[in-house]
Nanobody, 124 residues
Framework: QVQLVESGGGLVQAGGSLRLSCAGFGGTFSSVAMAWFRQAPGKEREFVAAVSGSGSTLYSPSVKGRFTISRDNVRNTVYLQMDSLKPEDTAIYYC??????????????????WGHGTQVTVSS
């Protein structure tokens, strides 16, 4: 049984930083792609960043240069370092895992496992 547990969300002022963590339990971790998505109130879930099994990364244009995704395959954990936060980054952030594939995707439908989310609020 695969489980993903996010942590690290909170309230921060604009310009500040947060680091989200996603711990994976069960199943294969090191060879599969992982990603972060987010959903703001009244909006659809949107892609934020992804990391492949080999460590390649992909970012949404809205976060590129401010956010960094990384993974620690020993700890079965993926991280999202968020710097220069803006009020429009406010959302629930979800960790996601592909079932078998190591290649990156920005499509939510390509991810089989999801965490419950962690709230990030950026005040102006």
């Amino acid at each position: 049984q695969v489980q993903l547990v996010e942590s690290g969300g909170g309230l921060v002022q604009a310009g500040g930083s947060l680091r989200l963590s996603c711990a994976g339990f069960g199943g294969t971790f090191s060879s599969v792609a992982m990603a972060w998505f987010r959903q703001a109130p009244g909006k659809e879930r949107e892609f934020v960043a992804a990391v492949s099994g080999s460590g390649s990364t992909l970012y949404s244009p809205s976060v590129k240069g401010r956010f960094t995704i990384s993974r620690d395959n020993v700890r079965n954990t993926v991280y999202l370092q968020m710097d220069s936060l803006k009020p429009e980054d406010t959302a629930i952030y979800y960790c996601a895992r592909r079932s078998l594939y190591s290649t990156i995707s920005s499509r939510p439908d390509d991810y089989s496992y999801w965490g419950h989310g962690t709230q990030v609020t950026v005040s102006s």
